[in-house]
């Protein structure tokens, strides 16, 4: 049965297609990039639409929609494509994965699906629905998808912040590039420089001053951890199935800056006032913890996590 890997482009959809390879799993890479994955069979698809995507569907495919607008900020300048490219057109597909006979569904969604009240640690179905452009999008998604009535299998991941590359591709770098050949030069580049360009701003400071205003508490998950949990999810033939993808840490400021530079700053609560005073809204958001629990996909499917964002800012 073939994997078809719609969004191969994007940094986790790429990823995933270079994963399935490296295990030999036959894949089928979907995206508007004249080239795709190496190793992959790639199909170029100038406009998104349900008919041209849904054409390569063949009975058996296991089929993942990783494809989507991901930035917050262009959801909210472009809702109708957002609404588009993250709900309408995953459900027009899975009408026509259904009609084709496909073995599963997987839906990309995100953590930011769900509001959540700061510093609980959320799990599927805690907080409210999302009300903000892309959190909207992904949770209208998800229920939608739900909603069809269909005979193949459907699931939903939801991961938190991903960072890092993926073991065995030499094309991946770490944090944040895509694994598509050319296609994807650009995005792994500047996944490189922003990660860097972190680590050197959290070392910078460590080294000047020894305090750091209080923030909020942050899942992430890293990319090798949260493709493993895609195979295990069609592995174990999952059906009808919500999951997070969040390692068991947390981290804040404090914590990075301890990662990187081997001690744990002092937080201060003086400094802390006077960004909220100077920054207002920013600061406080900073304050907010998000916090989530992969506890049951470790529970149901024996997930877990061998990565892990403190040794990634180290460098290990």
Request: aromatic share 8%; net charge positive; with cysteine.
């Amino acid at each position: 049965m073939r994997w078809v890997i719609i969004g191969s482009s994007g940094y986790i959809g790429g990823a995933l297609c270079r994963h399935l390879q490296i295990l030999g799993e036959p894949v089928i890479s979907v995206s508007r990039r004249e080239m795709g994955p190496r190793g992959c069979t790639h199909i170029t698809i100038n406009q998104f639409t349900a008919e041209a995507i849904g054409a390569l569907f063949r009975p058996g495919d296991r089929v993942v929609y990783a494809a989507g607008v991901a930035s917050s900020a262009e959801c909210a300048k472009h809702p109708e494509k957002a609404s588009w490219l993250n709900c309408d057109l995953p459900v027009a597909l899975l009408r026509r994965a259904d009609d084709t006979r496909v073995a599963s569904f997987l839906y990309f969604s995100s953590v930011k699906a769900r509001n959540i009240a700061s510093g609980v640690l959320a799990d599927e179905t805690s907080g409210e629905p999302a009300t903000d452009a892309y959190g909207a999008s992904k949770w209208q998604a998800e229920s939608a998808l739900f909603a069809e009535n269909i005979s193949c299998r459907l699931n939903v991941i939801r991961p938190a912040a991903v960072f890092g590359g993926i073991a065995g591709d030499r094309e991946q770098v770490a944090a944040g590039g895509s694994s598509s050949g050319q296609a994807g030069q650009a995005g792994r580049e500047a996944g490189t420089r922003k990660t860097h360009k972190l680590k050197r701003a959290l070392s910078a400071y460590s080294r000047v001053l020894r305090f750091v205003p209080s923030t909020g508490y942050r899942s992430v998950v890293s990319l090798q951890d949260l493709l493993q949990a895609v195979v295990l999810i069609e592995r174990h033939q999952c059906d009808r199935e919500r999951f997070i993808a969040a390692e068991p840490r947390y981290y804040d400021m404090a914590g990075m800056i301890e990662a990187v530079a081997g001690r744990r700053p002092r937080i201060s609560r003086s400094f802390s006032r006077l960004l909220s005073i100077g920054l207002g809204s920013r600061y406080r958001r900073l304050q907010q913890s998000e916090m989530y629990s992969a506890r049951r996909l470790r529970r149901l499917l024996n997930w877990n996590p061998t990565q892990f964002y403190a040794d990634f800012l180290r460098g290990n």
